[in-house]
């Protein structure tokens, strides 16, 4: 009786964080639709008590242990809810940009439990990028890349992000079939002014069409620097220039 009360309060608290979990939406600008039909999503907390509680607080305690897993699968599960809303809405969501813990990516059951999600859902794959940042290029590499393939084969697209933030050789990426690179903010510095800071990101992006990759490009946050951008060839935006993070239900159509 005593280990039957435990494990009904132990439910009674995850049941009690689910709920104080809450996903963000901020704008993708896609260069080639000329529009901002995608969404990257972020994982928030907001506790009555604690107040909101952003995710480079939780996630890295969170990735020492299994609730890692939980939290991916929560945001999914709540993103085919979202996408499920927005059709009611009539908002379309071209797709979401959901970010998974390359800890968990590792993991053998992974692509067959998404799938379990997606299926009870009734959500398509295309309309879900799984966001892994660029530690993935050290992690176990056999696991990832079978996991990634065999999610690309169900439709999901993938995206590597936040190259830059670190040093990573370019060649690492070319063991890697993804759909997207992530080129991070803080390789946009002076970009506009700076010959050199031009060329490096340049380079990147010609090293990334050469994969057969497409770019995206964070940082984005004047008219003049998205132009410059496009014209370098970057596929997707994003930045402060198309909107901060929101609510789902402030998804807005066009």
């Known amino acids: 009786m005593a280990e039957q009360k435990k494990n009904t309060n132990t439910k009674k608290t995850r049941s009690s964080g689910l709920r104080s979990l809450e996903l963000w939406y901020r704008p993708v600008f896609d260069t080639h639709l000329n529009m901002a039909i995608d969404f990257e999503t ?3 907390i ?4 604690m107040g909101v509680i952003l995710p480079e607080t939780f996630l890295p305690i969170a990735e020492k242990s299994t609730q890692i897993c939980d939290l991916d699968y929560w945001m999914i599960e709540e993103a085919c809810e979202a996408i499920k809303r927005c059709e009611k809405r009539e908002v379309d969501i071209n797709s979401l940009i959901v970010p998974i813990s390359v800890k968990h990516m590792a993991r053998k059951n992974i692509v067959t439990k998404i799938m379990k999600i997606l299926d009870a859902k009734d959500t398509s794959p295309d309309k879900f990028c799984f966001k892994l940042n660029q530690s993935i290029l050290e992690a176990d ?5 079978e996991n990634i393939q065999a999610l690309r084969e169900q439709g999901f697209f993938i995206e590597i992000d936040d190259f830059g933030t670190e040093y990573t050789s370019l060649t690492h990426l070319s063991h890697y079939e993804v759909d997207y690179i992530g080129i991070h903010e803080s390789l946009l510095d002076d970009i506009e002014e700076s010959e050199r800071a031009q060329n490096i990101v340049q380079g990147i992006i010609d090293f990334t069409k050469k994969i057969e990759t497409q770019v995206t490009v964070d940082g984005i946050n004047s008219p003049e620097r998205a132009e410059l951008l496009k014209k370098m060839g970057a596929d997707r935006m ?8 929101v609510k789902e239900k402030q998804i807005k159509g066009d």
Request: charged share 30%; glycine share 10%; hydrophobic share 25%.
């Open 42 to 44: 972020s994982l928030r």
């Open 46 to 49: 907001n506790d009555k008590t």
């Open 141 to 145: 590499k056999a696991q990832v890349i």
């Open 238 to 245: 994003k930045g402060s220039l198309y909107g901060k993070p």
